[in-house]
């Protein structure tokens, strides 16, 4: 076989038609599977284990699996702010909210509100299927703080930025 045939056979097999025609079958196999083509609520998933609390940023991170579908599934939860349009207007404060005391001292009072169901919207995030990558990416990580001192920078981190310098320079 000569080298002009070989490349005859590489480009046949690797032709911008055949990728493009194996790239919709797959795209359309997939949307056809989709879990998003009919989720309509969360009814069906069952958390296994949570990802990641942040109080901070009002998120939650759920892993879990939807019923009768294969595969591992991420939910994130994200608490929307508020938009200061709607504050201004009365659709915060009338009868089809409910407010629950949950403490009184004095003049302060504690309460837990329920706007109407239009304000209370939850930002959802459905990674499905999720691999392994999406799972530790939403994880919570551990961190390490570092104290460095000058001793600790010429016995372990110089030694190890000059082994580096060497693996760049090769580059």
Request: charged content about 25%; proline content about 3%.
């Amino acid at each position: 076989m000569s080298a002009s045939s070989c490349v005859e056979i590489i480009e046949a097999e690797i032709s911008p038609a055949k990728k493009k025609s194996k790239l919709n079958t797959d795209e359309n196999l997939i949307q056809q599977e989709s879990i998003h083509n009919d989720l309509t609520d969360l009814s069906t998933f069952n958390i296994s284990e949570i990802l990641s609390n942040n109080t901070n940023r009002k998120t939650v991170c759920l892993r879990g699996s939807f019923d009768s579908k294969d595969g591992e599934a991420v939910v994130i939860l994200e608490k929307s702010a508020f938009v200061e349009e709607d504050l201004k207007t009365k659709e915060y404060f009338n009868k089809s909210s409910l407010l629950e005391k949950t403490f009184q001292n004095d003049i302060y009072g504690d309460y837990h509100y329920f706007p109407n169901r239009d304000l209370s919207v939850i930002k959802t995030t459905v990674i499905h299927p999720a691999t392994e990558k999406h799972i530790v990416k939403f994880s919570t990580q551990k961190l390490y703080i570092v104290d460095e001192t000058p001793k600790l920078y010429e016995e372990v981190i110089l030694p190890q930025l000059s082994d580096e310098q060497l693996h760049l320079q090769v580059l």
